[in-house]
């Protein structure tokens, strides 16, 4: 019996109307286009705007696009993984909120964070149903509502954090194409460096934790850049070595969207020149766990079946991590 793989059959994305741009952030915060761009490499990003809007509404549409796409209904859905650092709520899991909103009725389904690593670390998690059998199609969720938890008083964090989603569905592969391999890393010692310290059980919401500013993302952002660009480019490499491939034998790199030169970084450590990379970080900025897939859903038409795909990501925690897939339509 061939062995089976967990591959990407579908893909999806969506991103809000409004686009916040570097000209309306200047009348904001103490900042300019020249000065983002530079450091960045972002020039807009998305926003959610308007009343009752949730992470989970930037899904529904992803997701309803994808399973039509795909030809399928909600209802054969088995399993949802909603990779997210802004639920909806701490619970229910915006995952059985989704699940209701597409009617996906036979679904169970859980939220998973790990930051910007999530969408890597939540397709590592799903592969394992396909390969066992238990499972037939898994849905990878990638969503974050940032301007939700963003301080537009900040210039150091508000610059760099948009609104968007990115789907995909998982399903069993026996021609040798999906996921070949992962390696998945944590250190939760660099959590003092990325954080939202309010809202958990350490800091419970209060007047005071309000007034502290302990609700929005927090950022050491020399230290967390440190890390980024040498953990995110020494994994991308690490799997390529193990996996006994060269630069020419890769389609794409596919690298979370956070700053322009840790994609750089990551890039040429890979020896992997600009036209091999998934760059959209000018348009859409961090997106958290929707960086990855909104990658994919903007280039799916340039994606050939049996491409090589490296994936690489860098997040809070810290989290980091990379996977290689082969691309399977």
């Not at 952030?25 to 490499?41: A, C, F, Q």
């Not at 390696?183 to 419970?204: A, E, F």
């Not at 079946?305 to 810290?318: H, Q, S, V």
Request: aromatic share 8%.
């Amino acid at each position: 019996m061939s062995k089976i793989h967990a591959a990407i059959t579908a893909v999806n994305g969506y991103v809000p109307d409004y686009i916040l741009t570097n000209k309306e952030l200047e009348t904001m915060v103490d900042t300019n286009d020249e000065w983002i761009v530079s450091r960045t490499g972002i020039k807009e990003r998305r926003i959610l705007k308007g009343e009752g809007l949730a992470t989970s509404d930037l899904a529904v549409p992803a997701v309803k696009g994808l399973l039509e796409k795909r030809g399928i209904t909600a209802a054969e859905i088995d399993l949802i993984i909603f990779c997210t650092s802004t639920p909806d709520m701490l619970f229910p899991a915006t995952a059985n909120i989704l699940a209701d909103k597409i009617g996906a009725k036979n679904a169970w389904g859980y939220d998973l964070q790990a930051a910007c690593s999530g969408f890597l670390f939540g397709l590592t998690t799903g592969s394992q149903f396909i390969e066992s059998g238990k499972h037939k199609k898994v849905l990878v969720v990638g969503a974050d509502k940032m301007s939700s938890v963003v301080n537009y008083t900040d210039r150091n964090t508000c610059i760099l954090f948009g609104d968007g989603c990115g789907a995909v569905l998982l399903e069993p592969n026996t021609e040798g194409n999906g996921i070949q391999d992962t390696i998945l890393k944590t250190d939760g010692s660099g959590g003092q460096y990325l954080n939202i310290k309010g809202g958990g059980s350490l800091n419970p919401a209060s007047h005071e934790t309000v007034e502290a500013g302990l609700h929005y993302a927090y950022q050491e952002g020399k230290t967390v850049f440190k890390f980024a660009v040498t953990n995110m480019a020494d994994v991308a490499h690490e799997i390529m070595v193990r996996n006994q491939l060269t630069a020419d034998d890769i389609a794409w790199l596919v690298p979370h969207q956070a700053n322009k030169r840790i994609i750089d970084a990551t890039a040429e450590r890979a020896g992997l020149p600009e036209e091999k990379v998934m760059i959209n970080i000018h348009k859409y900025g961090n997106t958290t766990s929707g960086t990855i897939p909104l990658c994919l859903w903007e280039w799916e038409s340039q994606l050939k079946k049996g491409d090589n795909l490296i994936l690489a990501a860098f997040g809070g925690g810290f989290t980091w991590g990379s996977i290689y897939l082969k691309w399977a339509y």
